[in-house]
């Protein structure tokens, strides 16, 4: 059935449409389901759930191929969150998302309200945040925006997860020309739910109450979803009022009473105010119940005057809420938000008309169908080309360092390998109490409270990765690498991986090579999900992360959770004894195509990435993880970037102990490749024939490659650091780059 006429103030123009990010064949669209021309706030609404952010219309296609039920999975995606079933009746559920355009645009407030949402994500769905990480990508340091960047994003994450209350345990930060003109922000959060207590978006019922929860709506934020879902260009300055602006200690005090409400029993769906705000949180709860939704925003709590329709519906103002609420305990829920110096205001009904019907000042100025706006929005099959695949670059065309050691200080000291500890300590790590392991190692550790807050044995553990430049070179196998490092750096630390979530940002999707990215890195983490048991439970797509037409390399992030039944039992990243042997699992290195050696310090990004063999990476990691949970070991880092070279400095500079080694020829190859499925483990003496014997029967490699030893790191004749030298190299770069920041 068509609307009845609604007039317009505004003249529809191409301009105008195309100012809201549709193009004309899905103007066209609209024209056919609604049976004339839409007003100026409907063609808002529309542009908002149409819009890549919210429709994810280019890759929808792609997501339903990936694997996301398992025997532990009890919501996987479609939900604000996905939930894991982690015994004794408790879940864990958690998510990742980008606000990338907002913290290029304005770097506190875009990443702040970025850690906001995803914390919104998870506690609408019942849960209590318990863990956060990010995983941040800038440009070139040497860009003169890049450090304004980095502090201003680094500033907004800790001030807004600080000030909230949960502790930071992971995440990433990396630097590449690519980012120059588009900067990363991805955050994660999990959070700790009864399983018989998660609540849902879906709407049910008809003649229910819809309900305005938590902060005032303004005019911040308005057209964010669009503009995430744009290339920059020269106009970008013009989006800065696109960016919300967050306030961490309402979102604290909204956290307590949607709790509170919850367990009351009143709520039949609750829904964050998210990317395109009331529209899209209004609109989602209706169309996934087959309900419509009547909405006055004459009701709307609004702290600006003046507002009109179309800002009402497009704010992106944070700290707000939508919820279907059981009519007889009104007056209860009311009661709690007022509690917490928080709005509460009826602001519509559900009906079965199947209708989104918003009225202003007496008018009704949207009268649209809601499946078509929801869960039926537009879906691309874009054209896509896929990546050729690079040749792969033999170790003898990659030349030997002049400097063995000159060459491991300049892969711990440099931009991408130094410290990350001036980022994360900026964030509390240790709020709530529970946290085990702090970011720095393969895995951020929390220990699990119970239900009534007592703590359990149990333990969680948090990490995300990626590999941009393998995804570039070839997506597939670049995919492949970002699930099986999160999977191996979980088991590295002795936890069963659970499930996953993923954050996959690429440029322009309208680009054939660009879709070709997505497409190939989608069936590599398919693929790798599927092999490994480590579903994909929630996620986020951000695409058109291109300035000038310059793309972002594609950074398929994957965030992972897994889970000890012991907390107690764990491995560190760190060397425990002097006199403890060194074990290599996997195969010696070979592989120096696209390795951080080549990139840093020989100055070439060429060859292929190093495969994934996924039966290989998931036998070696069981293998890792059953020794850990036999305390057979008493140490464990999994090899990455930099290799085995970096994977033993590392562990050398965790502990404060040397270690001296053996490697096989060609010696570069040996400490630099970066081939996948390996590990570094250390054991006491007594205990190495035992492992050899059960590594044996496991079909996995296994090499004894020296021992805990002195102050120093040594490797054959080639090398020979002082940890006082490599603790140097590895911890200055970031402070040094930074105190220059300030300094200017």
Not at 83 to 109: A, C, L, R, W
Not at 218 to 242: H, L
Not at 285 to 311: F, H, Q, T, W
């Amino acid at each position: 059935m068509n609307s009845p006429k609604i007039p317009n103030t505004i003249p529809i123009t191409p301009e105008l449409i195309a100012s809201h990010g549709l193009k004309p064949d899905e103007y066209a669209r609209i024209l056919e389901l609604i049976g004339r021309e839409p007003s100026f706030t409907e063609l808002g609404i529309f542009s908002a759930m149409w819009n890549e952010h919210c429709s994810y219309k280019s890759s929808k296609k792609w997501l339903k191929t990936l694997p996301t039920t398992g025997p532990r999975v009890l919501q996987g995606p479609g939900e604000n969150a996905g939930v894991v079933d982690i015994g004794d009746g408790q879940t864990v559920v958690f998510k990742m998302e980008s606000h990338n355009h907002p913290s290029y645009i304005e770097p506190y407030q875009g990443a702040a309200t970025g850690v906001g949402g995803i914390l919104r994500d998870v506690f609408t769905m019942g849960a209590r945040p318990v863990a956060a990480m990010n995983a941040l990508r800038f440009g070139d340091p040497e860009h003169p925006r890049t450090r304004h960047l980095v502090h201003g994003v680094v500033e907004g994450v800790g001030g807004y997860g600080n000030s909230f209350g949960v502790p930071t345990v992971g995440g990433e930060v990396e630097f590449d020309k690519s980012y120059n003109g588009n900067c990363l922000v991805n955050a994660f959060a999990a959070g700790l739910a009864d399983a018989d207590k998660i609540f849902l978006s879906e709407a049910k019922g008809v003649g229910l109450p819809v309900v305005y929860l938590g902060a005032k709506t303004g005019r911040d934020g308005v057209g964010g979803a669009t503009m995430a879902s744009a290339e920059f260009d020269e106009t970008i300055e013009e989006k800065r009022p696109t960016v919300q602006v967050g306030d961490p200690f309402t979102e604290k005090c909204l956290l307590e009473a949607c709790l509170e409400l919850m367990a009351s029993g009143a709520v039949i769906a609750i829904q964050d105010m998210g990317a395109a705000g009331l529209t899209c949180s209004a609109v989602e709860m209706g169309a996934k119940g087959n309900l419509g939704i009547d909405l006055d925003l004459d009701k709307v709590p609004c702290r600006e005057e003046r507002m009109s329709a179309y800002e009402m519906m497009l704010s992106e103002s944070q700290e707000r809420m939508l919820m279907v609420l059981r009519p007889e305990q009104e007056a209860e829920a009311q009661a709690i938000f007022v509690k917490w110096g928080l709005d509460f205001a009826v602001v519509g009904e559900t009906t079965d008309t199947l209708r989104f019907i918003v009225k202003h000042q007496g008018d009704v100025v949207a009268d649209l169908p809601i499946k078509e706006l929801g869960d039926e929005a537009p879906e691309y099959d874009r054209p896509w080309v896929a990546t050729d695949a690079p040749a792969v670059l033999d170790a003898s065309d990659v030349a030997e360092p002049d400097d063995y050691a000159q060459a491991v200080l300049t892969l711990v000291g440099n931009a991408n390998g130094a410290s990350r500890r001036w980022v994360y300590e900026q964030y509390d790590t240790l709020v709530q109490g529970n946290t085990i392991v702090t970011p720095g190692g393969d895995a951020g550790i929390i220990r699990v409270n119970d239900s009534s807050g007592e703590p359990t044995t149990k333990g969680l553990a948090f990490t995300v990765d990626v590999t941009p430049r393998y995804c570039k070179a070839d997506p597939f196998e670049g995919g492949k690498q970002a699930v099986a490092e999160c999977w191996r750096n979980l088991c590295a630390v002795g936890a069963e991986p659970l499930a996953a979530t993923d954050n996959l940002n690429f440029g322009n999707p309208e680009k054939p090579e660009i879709m070709g990215q997505l497409v190939g890195a989608i069936k590599g983490i398919g693929a790798a999900c599927q092999a490994l048991a480590f579903p994909i439970v929630s996620g986020n797509v951000s695409l058109y992360n291109e300035t000038f037409g310059e793309a972002i390399l594609p950074t398929p992030a994957i965030g992972g959770v897994g889970l000890l039944p012991d907390v107690s039992i764990r491995a560190h990243a760190a060397f425990v004894n002097d006199g403890d042997t060194i074990l290599l699992v996997g195969a010696h290195g070979s592989h120096l195509g696209q390795s951080a050696y080549l990139r840093d310090c020989l100055g070439r990004e060429e060859g292929a990435p190093p495969p994934v063999d996924l039966t290989v990476e998931r036998r070696h990691g069981e293998f890792v993880r059953q020794l850990i949970r036999a305390e057979m070991i008493n140490a464990c880092h999994d090899l990455s970037d930099g290799g085995l070279a970096v994977a033993l400095a590392e562990m050398a500079m965790s502990s404060g102990k040397g270690a001296r080694v053996e490697v096989s020829q060609p010696a570069h190859a040996a400490l630099f490749g970066e081939d996948q499925a390996r590990y570094i483990m250390t054991c006491t003496a007594d205990k190495v024939t035992t492992i050899e014997n059960q590594a044996r029967k496991s079909g996995v490699p296994l090499t004894k490659l020296g021992m805990v030893a002195g102050g120093d790191l040594t490797v054959g004749a080639v090398i020979s650091i002082s940890i006082a030298n490599l603790r140097q190299a590895h911890d200055n770069w970031f402070p040094a780059y930074m105190n220059d920041s300030l300094a200017g």
